[in-house]
């Protein structure tokens, strides 16, 4: 697993164990997130949005360029965020 990865499940498990650091993190993200080490680029906007049982947000990644056909199928394999949902996917 990689860095920026593993950070974000502990960023994940922090909000689930720290209600008053998730409301932190939804109000102000940005600064959240570098009090929590992750720089941020100049001019980056963070949208924080919380799952419910009723609600599932699928967020789409910004395409890579250019990679093959067969190297995008790698990159967008590559990751389930549906690990988590209740009865294992939608």
């Known amino acids: 697993m990689n860095d920026q990865a593993n950070h974000y499940q502990q960023l994940i498990a922090k909000c689930w164990a720290d209600e008053d650091f998730k409301r932190k993190l939804m109000a ?6 570098k009090a929590e080490g992750m720089e941020l680029p100049e001019g980056m906007r963070v949208q924080v949005v919380e799952n419910t049982a009723q609600d599932f947000t699928l967020v ?6 250019g990679l093959s056909d067969e190297e995008l199928v790698g990159v967008a394999g ?10 294992g996917g939608i």
Request: charged share 5%; hydrophobic share 35%.
């Open 78 to 87: 590559g990751f389930s965020l549906l690990m988590g949902c209740q009865g």
């Open 28 to 33: 102000n993200p940005a600064e959240t997130l």
């Open 60 to 65: 789409i990644p910004l395409q890579p360029t």
